[in-house]
């Protein structure tokens, strides 16, 4: 299986700061990752598809991207809203496989 | 689009765990596959499988199952009825978790696009 190593696993920021979560996979996956947020008792909601393709209707200050086997999510400006858990998801080889989430909290 | 799981929401520890997905605004038999994730505390996003209305060659439905589970996993597909359902046997506690069913696709603008709302399901006697 592709192991998708997310850091960090936890952290705390202000609103209005910037904030960048990794994924790393276990191998090559080119362009094959999304990344989801997801808020207590809610369905994850898709952000990023092929590792830097913003979804429709999500803000412009989330951003995705790429460098080898590492992938960025990086939230510019942090909104009150945004304070939630990131997964990302790798979507080139079965089984597909998440990773283990990274809960942004309020400073 | 709007999918909606439904299914017992307590399965006994050995027992089968069945729940079944609703699709509305899209049909099963699109180009999309038809996919179960699970999400729990200890196991976080769990992919459990995909299902395909039709194989390359045949009219067989195609399924790909996470190698952990496949052993216990059948994914099928009903079209007359635009649902898609799971069925996992020998359920443990370790199998209590909410449950989404999710429409992919092998377009990167469509990967896991719509999921369910989710159903908790645990596994207790």
Redesign the interface.
């Known amino acids: 299986d592709i192991q998708m190593t997310q850091s960090p696993s936890a952290m705390s920021a202000s609103v209005g700061d910037t904030v960048t979560i990794t994924c790393r996979a276990s191998r090559d996956i080119d362009d094959y990752v999304a990344w989801f947020q997801q808020k207590p008792g809610k369905v994850p909601k898709r952000l990023i598809y092929a590792s830097s393709n913003l979804q429709s209707g999500v803000p412009s200050r989330f951003s995705g991207s790429r460098s080898g086997t590492e992938f960025t999510l990086t939230i510019s400006n942090l909104q009150p809203e945004d304070f939630a858990t990131y997964y990302c998801l790798q979507h080139n080889d079965y089984p597909y496989t998440f990773g283990q989430g990274t809960k942004l909290e309020i400073k | 689009v709007h999918l909606q799981e439904s299914g017992p929401g307590l399965v006994k520890p050995s027992g089968t765990l069945t729940l079944t997905c609703a699709v509305s605004g899209d049909s099963v038999t699109s180009s999309n596959w038809w996919t179960w994730v699970r999400q729990s505390p200890g196991r976080?996003?769990?992919?459990i499988g995909e299902i395909f209305h039709r194989g390359t060659i045949s009219n067989n439905p195609t399924t790909?199952?996470?190698?952990?589970l496949k052993s216990r996993v059948t994914i099928s597909i009903d079209k007359s009825e635009n649902q898609f359902a799971l069925k996992m046997n020998s359920v443990t506690a370790a199998d209590t978790a909410i449950y989404?069913c999710v429409r992919d696709s092998g377009r990167?603008?469509n990967?896991?696009?719509f999921?369910?709302?989710?159903i908790l399901v645990t596994v207790s006697s």
């Open positions: 976080g996003l769990e992919w790909n199952y996470n190698p952990s989404y990167a603008e990967w896991f696009e999921w369910g709302q989710g």
